[in-house]
């Protein structure tokens, strides 16, 4: 089985500083991972993926992740944030062998409060 | 590109009314399809996935059922909602145009009362 851990419930940061927000995971084999943002009372926008290759994944609105491996992390980073950037965030894995339902499964999702 | 209709975007129902929430997808052919639930504002359960017509994989033993009638057209129904059914419904597609990536509706907020 597969599962995600989003560590934090929330994450405060003040608006220029750098932020991350906490993602580890498990699966039995390779991982394909996501993180999704969400504004209130709206679907998830995909941010990005880590599917193969450099571990250091550039997605939308600046943020990016990186893959480790050994420690089972995917974090999202951001060098400095935007007000606008405060969301809720989640994290998603789906094991790359396909075994099992064919679908994401999500963490519980990191509030991202950045404070003017 | 590509895009997902979801509708309604709200809905309020008394508790033992059916409910019928629809999602079309456009501009793919052939996509996978899903319906995940989200409680309070968090995490997401996945409650239904589809790969073809008329193929419905369960995830979660519950009040809720799913038909995909048509390639892209995925159907999440009840014959009589439950207060515990209310929450937020999201849509979802991936097809061999979006990768491995998939990608979500704007959501159904359902109120049972």
């Known amino acids: 089985a597969q599962s995600v851990a989003q560590p934090e419930d929330q994450v405060n940061v003040a608006e220029g500083n750098p932020l991350t927000v906490k993602c580890t995971y498990s699966?039995?084999?390779?991982?394909?991972l996501f993180w999704y943002v969400q504004y209130p009372n709206r679907g998830l926008q995909f941010l990005l993926k880590y599917i193969t290759g450099d571990n250091l994944v550039k997605g939308s609105y600046g943020f990016e992740a990186e893959f480790n491996k050994s420690q089972t992390s995917f974090h999202l980073k951001k060098p400095s944030a935007l007000v606008s950037d405060s969301a809720l965030y989640f994290c998603a894995v789906r094991d790359m062998t396909g075994g099992g339902a064919d679908g994401l499964t999500f963490g519980k999702g990191t509030h991202l409060i950045i404070q003017p | 590109s590509q895009t997902i209709h979801q509708w309604p975007a709200t809905l309020v129902q008394p508790v033992g009314s059916p409910l019928s929430l629809e999602c079309t997808v456009e501009?793919?052919?052939?996509?996978?399809l899903y319906w995940y639930r989200q409680a309070a504002g968090r995490g997401l359960q996945l409650l239904f996935y589809?790969?073809?017509?008329?193929?419905i994989s369960s995830e979660v033993p519950q009040n809720l059922s799913a038909s995909r009638p048509q390639d892209r057209q995925f159907i999440l129904s009840s014959k009589k909602l439950l207060l515990s059914d209310s929450g937020f419904y999201l849509c979802?597609?991936?097809?061999?145009?979006?990768?491995?990536?998939?990608?979500f509706g704007e959501g159904s907020w359902l109120t049972v009362v």
């Open positions: 699966v039995s084999g390779n991982p394909y």
């Open positions: 501009g793919t052919s052939n996509p996978n």
């Open positions: 589809s790969v073809g017509i008329g193929q």
């Open positions: 979802a597609w991936r097809g061999p145009s979006s990768g491995n990536t998939i990608y």
